[in-house]
């Protein structure tokens, strides 16, 4: 490593005096794998995460030359830089643009960031490395370069298009202008980029601008006639078709223009010249959409009927399936015939009616994020998350040119292969569940002292306590008890990830259990009147009580937050079918934005009136309420009015699949 200049060292580069008992109780602290190196480059110390790291015991590592760690054609190189190092010693952050690399004792070479700290021990000096692990940033980074190759590539798509094409960020800046637009409009892509879309162009809409962005934020997509002014002074009306775009985070990113020229309609025209120009005019723009389509890594399916038949679908569609679905096929026909499998987190097989695209096309359900794992015809397991937005074109046709049935439902669904991101989840929920567990302990010592002071004082035993302390403890306790909760449910989300959370069905009295939960949380409250009916006779189910109790206790609890105004909470359990129990939970709360309602199932996932409500919460509820239900073979939705309320409904099998 280069030396030093003295002028540009700090404090910091001095070294750091550590007393060597405390050593393994400091490294045993980190996250990161840490190595302690004397001078000779002999490793003396070294953590449980460089244990895991490097696939090796302290016992193989301690005593052995650091450079064993290295790749091969680096080692001779690395002594010459290691005793350079040790001359003039200095911190090295994490960070500093430098490509290293780490062999494990297998021989396998991972990419690795590490940052170095001179301290002294028993008046020798040593260096502490601290070594992370950064494949998983490393693909991370080639998928950008990827995406970014993506997005040129489409550019040049959008340029041989002869429609109007621009690209705007959520601040309405232009940042893609098509050749199209040039010629519509008269100015060039350097003369439009970054201005503000609808005053360079002196937009007039059809109705407030407000309102379609509100439009665009909440359904995705808008179309309707705009007049644009051009470079020289002219107007011309458009037919514009607009789309929101939104990264992994739900986050948006842009909105997609796409602006065709109206020109006067002739009123003689005859309806089979017109009809037939709408079919040349749709197939172009399907020949180019396609070619747009073909570029994105996502598979995309456009889907028609209520058994879903294949309408178009992009090139990566058979890379998520495994195999070629033709169009006009329905899915439940493809899937069979194919053997491929949809299941969920835990590998078990999902009904056809749960799929997310059959109930976009069956009952209008937009999707956002839904996670399904599709198991392909070589058994490569693939998670995916599905978007789905039902459609209504006015008419369409078939890749052969056939007019199809535009009154039946169409969807338009997107499979994003997230095995990459799968695999980052991981890391990130091992490190919640392990800080999760690490927490338990002293948790419960906190606990516990705060309520013996309490009541040994209570008792008489020792000295009174003023009122301020004794509601200080009484604070603790209730800290600590929200902390507790909160570390059962991140414990319990590493469970489901890891496919780990069992299920232990006994025979329950559904309607019992739900009396039991409401009579326990109405002594919680007096500005809400929880309200049980149930049509269902006191019959058993089979289901693991304890986890559908944490259901009830999460959706009846949520009822009661998110209701501040007080109000009646109604409860209802009533028999679905033969073989299902349904039940809901009613409340006349602050509800859910329409534009987050696809969100709400998610992790760490809180609406935003809540947020300004400051009603506190994880945003871990509702999630391992979805999950726990369809653990069970039920399933969960709700139906929601912004400042009116939420009804949440939920139906469980009689039967438990796992009993």
Request: hydrophobic fraction near 40%; charge should be negative.
């Amino acid at each position: 490593m280069p030396d030093m200049p003295h002028s540009a060292r700090s404090e910091r580069d001095d070294p750091l005096t550590l007393v060597p008992e405390l050593l393994p109780d400091l490294l045993a602290l980190s996250p990161d794998a840490l190595l302690v190196v004397n001078q000779a480059g002999t490793i003396t110390h070294l953590n449980h995460e460089a244990e895991r790291l490097f696939g090796s015991s302290a016992g193989a590592l301690v005593g052995r030359p650091l450079e064993m760690l290295l790749p091969v054609h680096f080692r001779e190189r690395h002594i010459a830089q290691r005793e350079a190092y040790g001359r003039a010693p200095h911190a090295r952050p994490m960070g500093a643009h430098l490509d290293l690399s780490a062999r494990r004792l297998n021989g396998t070479e991972i990419p690795v960031d590490i940052s170095l700290r001179p301290i002294m021990l028993e008046g020798q000096l040593h260096i502490i490395a601290s070594v992370r692990d950064i494949t998983a940033r490393r693909a991370a980074e080639r998928e950008r370069v990827l995406q970014t190759e993506r997005l040129r590539m489409q550019a040049g798509l959008l340029d041989l298009s002869q429609e109007a094409i621009l690209m705007r960020d959520p601040i309405q800046r232009i940042l893609s202008w098509s050749r199209g637009a040039e010629q519509l409009y008269g100015w060039t892509a350097q003369e439009a980029l970054g201005h503000i879309s609808h005053t360079f162009l002196r937009t007039r809409f059809p109705i407030n601008r407000l309102t379609i962005e509100a439009q665009l934020e909440r359904d995705g997509q808008w179309e309707g006639e705009l007049i644009h002014t051009r470079r020289d002074g002219s107007t011309v009306q458009v037919r514009s078709h607009q789309m929101l775009l939104r990264d992994e985070h739900q986050q948006i990113t842009a909105i997609l223009e796409v602006n065709h020229p109206l020109g006067k309609p002739d009123q003689e025209a005859a309806t089979t010249s017109a009809n037939q120009q709408d079919h040349n005019g749709y197939a172009a723009h399907l020949a180019f959409f396609r070619q747009v389509l073909d570029t994105l890594p996502s598979g995309i399916h456009l889907v028609r009927g209520t058994d879903a038949r294949l309408v178009l679908a992009n090139r990566a569609s058979a890379e998520i399936w495994g195999a070629r679905w033709q169009p006009g096929q329905p899915m439940q026909a493809f899937l069979e015939a194919q053997g491929i499998r949809i299941v969920d987190a835990q590998g078990r097989m999902l009904a056809p009616d749960t799929w997310v695209t059959l109930r976009s096309v069956r009952q209008g359900e937009a999707s956002r994020s839904y996670q399904e794992h599709i198991v392909q015809p070589g058994g490569l397991h693939l998670p995916v998350l599905v978007y789905a937005l039902p459609v209504t074109p006015q008419v369409a046709w078939q890749d052969d040119g056939t007019e199809i049935d535009a009154s039946e439902p169409f969807a338009l669904v997107l499979y994003q292969d997230v095995t990459s991101l799968k695999e980052v989840e991981r890391l990130k929920d091992e490190f919640i569940g392990i800080a999760a567990h690490e927490l338990r302990a002293p948790l419960a010592v906190l606990k516990s002292a705060a309520s013996m002071l309490c009541v040994q004082t209570a008792r008489g035993h020792g000295p009174q306590l003023a009122d301020w302390q004794q509601e200080t403890l009484q604070d603790i306790e209730q800290a600590t008890d929200r902390l507790s909760n909160l570390t059962e449910d991140l414990l319990d989300v590493t469970r489901l990830q890891a496919g780990k959370l069992a299920l232990h069905p006994c025979a329950t009295k559904i309607v019992a259990l739900v009396q039991r939960v409401v009579a326990t949380l109405q002594q919680t409250t007096t500005r809400h009147h929880l309200v049980v009916h149930a049509t269902l006779e006191q019959q058993e189910i089979m289901v693991d009580r304890e986890r559908i109790e944490q259901v009830l206790v999460n959706l009846v609890g949520n009822a009661i937050k998110y209701s501040p105004q007080g109000g009646e909470i109604t409860i209802r359990i009533w028999e679905e079918t033969e073989k299902t129990v349904g039940m809901s939970v009613q409340d006349e709360g602050i509800g859910i934005p329409v534009y987050q309602q696809g969100l709400v199932f998610g992790r760490f996932m809180r609406a935003d009136n809540a947020h300004t409500l400051s009603i506190h919460g994880t945003g871990l509820g509702l999630y391992l309420c979805r999950e726990l239900v369809e653990q069970h073979g039920g399933r969960i939705w709700f139906q929601s009015t912004e400042g009116k309320g939420s009804t949440f409904f939920l139906t469980l099998p009689r039967q438990c699949p796992e009993a």
